[in-house]
């Protein structure tokens, strides 16, 4: 897409797995956030990463930016069940636009 | 603190028939955002206001497609006349200040289907 891609699409694991995703933009960003997105709970925001920061940390969710290859990952650590859901990232641009990528479905077997 | 409201949860209407969807945002929140999903994809904006006014809509097929937000609280979406390409999930989200460093809070979406 314009906006850059998020890969996998989709991610199989075990409970207690790592699962990692990944997010790449094409222009330059201020900030980058996840988001979750699960039937229970519809859209709900997990972590923000501003341009100038390199890692973030929130529970069991770390997120990592690398300006120069315009990416960046999620990792969650000791995956269970209820992490089953899509996650996306939303590009912010500008100030005050956003773009959400494709997202990548996740699925944690117990 | 109350969440984004949206109804109604689910529509179905045949093509060419008009639709609309209201959303009421977090109180205080000066920016509403209307996102259309596609099965599938991932949000795509349609409508930034911030305040009463539009900051973006760049993406909005205006034809169809026409949005308000009155006195600045809520708002509507309508959709005249629908197209079956416009099944999708529509969702009002709402941020603080409409910066990009705001988190943005979803309401539970619209599920449009067209026949």
């Known amino acids: 897409s314009q906006q850059g891609e998020e890969d996998p699409q989709a991610l199989s694991i075990q409970e207690g797995e790592n699962a990692t995703m990944n997010c790449s933009y094409k222009?330059?960003?201020?900030?980058l956030q996840w988001y979750r997105q699960n039937s229970g709970r519809g859209l709900v925001h997990l972590i923000l990463?501003?341009?100038?920061?390199r890692e973030k940390h929130s529970g069991r969710l770390r997120v990592t930016l690398d300006t120069s290859k315009k990416s960046s990952s999620l990792l969650i650590t000791a995956s269970r069940a209820a992490d089953t859901a899509s996650y996306f990232c939303?590009?912010?641009?500008?100030?005050?636009?956003?773009?959400f990528g494709s997202g990548t479905k996740l699925n944690v077997k117990p | 603190e109350a969440g984004v409201a949206q109804s109604p949860r689910y529509k179905i209407i045949e093509k060419r028939q008009s639709v609309a969807f209201w959303c009421n945002p977090i109180?205080?929140?000066?920016?509403l955002y209307w996102y259309q999903q596609i099965l599938g994809q991932g949000p795509k904006l349609l409508i930034q206001?911030?305040?009463?006014?539009?900051?973006?809509d760049s993406q909005l097929p205006k034809d169809r497609f026409s949005a308000e937000r009155l006195k600045g609280v809520d708002s509507t979406l309508k959709i005249q006349p629908a197209k079956l390409e416009d099944s999708a999930v529509y969702l009002c989200?709402?941020?603080?200040?409409?910066?990009?460093?705001?988190?943005?809070?979803f309401g539970p979406g619209t599920r449009l289907t067209v026949l």
């Open positions: 109180s205080g929140h000066a920016t």
């Open positions: 989200a709402s941020s603080d200040t409409g910066s990009a460093f705001d988190e943005q809070f």
């Open positions: 939303a590009r912010g641009y500008n100030f005050n636009k956003f773009y």
């Open positions: 222009t330059s960003i201020n900030n």
């Open positions: 206001f911030q305040n009463n006014g539009v900051v973006d």
């Open positions: 990463i501003r341009s100038n920061e």
